[in-house]
T-cell receptor
Framework: DAKTTQPPSMDCAEGRAANLPCNHSTISGNEYVYWYRQIHSQGPQYIIHGLKNNETNEMASLIITEDRKSSTLILPHATLRDTAVYYCIVRESDSWGKLQFGAGTQVVVTP | GAVVSQHPSWVICKSGTSVKIECRSLDFQATTMFWYRQFPKQSLMLMATSNEGSKATYEQGVEKDKFLINHASLTLSTLTVTSAHPEDSSFYIC?????????????FGQGTRLTVV
């Protein structure tokens, strides 16, 4: 069972920041939050992950609330190539690499 | 990021035949690989965990005799769909995590589109 809740879809204007929310109210202390995305007919692509602290890499930023019950993935400057399904996944620290996917958010970036 | 490669990218087979899909970690060793299946407009469903040198662990509802998994080396896992039928037509995707280093992120292959006719 997926442990996360995401909106089914979002639209975003090209060049603007895209803020993707995720609720994981039942997350436990040893569980990480991972974000992946899947462009149509391709395998999922790793974006970012975090445990407690906010994280940033070349693709995105991850903001985790202090109580860890929700998080937001931020794509700072969305491009048309960012159109994809974005998955927020909670993973136990000892289930190395094992991911259970929920429905995700279909993000459409428009010109 | 690490590279995981699947082969073939797509395959069409006749009903009743078997099809083998390969998953390779190209630049790292993977003690564990995972196999997923994805039907159109649906999310990925975990089928099984492939463990190097031991039997695979299947998720509930996945027929182990139909979906044979072999993980003979630290860089290769194979999924064989036996006696394939049209309802097995799907997008099959594998993933792998680094054996050492990394922080548990999984890297995915590009997927294999199976069509059974």
């Amino acid at each position: 069972d997926a442990k996360t809740t995401q909106p089914p879809s979002m639209d975003c204007a090209e060049g603007r920041a895209a803020n993707l929310p995720c609720n994981h109210s039942t997350i436990s202390g040893n569980e990480y939050v991972y974000w992946y995305r899947q462009i149509h007919s391709q395998g999922p692509q790793y974006i970012i992950h975090g445990l407690k602290n906010n994280e940033t890499n070349e693709m995105a930023s991850l903001i985790i609330t202090e109580d860890r019950k929700s998080s937001t993935l931020i794509l700072p400057h969305a491009t048309l190539r960012d159109t994809a399904v974005y998955y927020c996944i909670v993973r136990e620290s000892d289930s190395w690499g094992k991911l259970q996917f929920g429905a995700g958010t279909q993000v459409v970036v428009t010109p | 990021g690490a590279v995981v490669s699947q082969h073939p990218s797509w395959v069409i087979c006749k009903s009743g035949t078997s099809v083998k899909i390969e998953c390779r970690s190209l630049d790292f060793q993977a003690t564990t690989m995972f196999w997923y299946r994805q039907f159109p407009k649906q999310s990925l469903m975990l089928m099984a965990t492939s463990n190097e040198g031991s039997k695979a662990t299947y998720e509930q509802g996945v027929e182990k005799d139909k979906f044979l998994i072999n993980h003979a080396s630290l860089t290769l896992s194979t999924l064989t769909v036996t006696s394939a039928h049209p309802e097995d037509s799907s997008f099959y995707i594998c993933s792998a995590s680094r054996r050492t280093g990394g922080t548990g992120e999984a890297f995915f292959g590009q997927g294999t589109r199976l069509t059974v006719v």
